[in-house]
């Protein structure tokens, strides 16, 4: 299956910006999606369609794309939004449907 | 609010088979939404086990197809997971999750999660 890749950690100081990237051939074809999963907890959804904030997401939380890279943007990073963030998208580059999730990026705010 | 709720299985024996119900509350399982299983393997990323509509036509992850079987409950507004032949492999949080596909494709609501441990 095709894949999507991501940086596996990313810091950032409290209040500054951060950008976690998402690359993957299927993005030229299909939109992004991006999830939250704090440890021991379920992912939530923080981004759909590559940059609409689902109700009750922060507006610090913003997202785009162009070709095959999307990418996820904090603005004024809080304690809170210390955690994994996963892409996700579909894709039918094998003549087949499929799902694929980026392996994840450990956010760290210091 | 919709809520999905895993159960099933903490422990299931190798060879044996993985069976799990995701039960959905607040949303009728007709609606138009998909329904979809995603696992996370300890420590590891998420990956996509299978999806299906409310007609009962899945689609599953190329990996998985050959011991993997989904159906849905109209009935008991649920829909369930078996998964054959497992090995320590399989040993993951398993998540229900429903889909939004319209002319994008994204998880909106998740399941807590439930352990299974593939061992003897």
């Known amino acids: 299956s095709s894949e999507l890749t991501q940086d596996p950690a990313v810091s950032v100081v409290l209040g500054q910006t951060v950008t976690i990237t998402c690359q993957g051939d299927s993005l030229r074809s299909y939109s992004a999606s991006w999830y939250q999963q704090k440890p021991g907890q379920a992912p939530v959804l923080v981004i759909y369609?590559?940059?609409n904030r689902p109700s009750g997401i922060p507006d610090r939380f913003s997202g785009s794309s162009s070709g095959n890279t999307a990418s996820l943007t904090i603005t004024g990073a809080q304690a809170d939004d210390e955690a994994d963030y996963f892409c996700n998208s579909r894709d039918t580059s094998n003549n087949h449907l499929d799902v694929v999730f980026g392996g994840g990026t450990k956010l760290t705010v210091l | 609010q919709v809520q999905l709720q895993e159960s099933g299985p903490g422990l299931v024996q190798p060879s044996g088979t993985l069976s799990l119900t995701c039960a959905v509350f607040?949303?009728?399982?007709?609606?138009?939404?998909?329904w979809s299983w995603v696992r996370q393997s300890p420590g590891k990323g998420l990956e996509w086990i299978g999806e299906?509509?409310?007609?009962?036509?899945?689609t599953y992850n190329p990996s998985l197809k050959n011991r993997l079987t989904m159906s849905v409950d109209k009935s008991k507004n649920q829909f369930s997971l078996n998964l054959t032949s497992v090995t320590a492999a399989d040993t993951a949080i398993y998540y229900c999750a429903r889909i939004v596909w319209t002319a994008h494709y994204y998880f909106d609501y998740w399941g807590q999660g439930t352990l299974v441990t593939v061992s003897s």
């Open positions: 607040g949303d009728p399982i007709s609606s138009h939404h998909w």
């Open positions: 369609a590559n940059n």
């Open positions: 299906i509509y409310h007609s009962g036509v899945p």
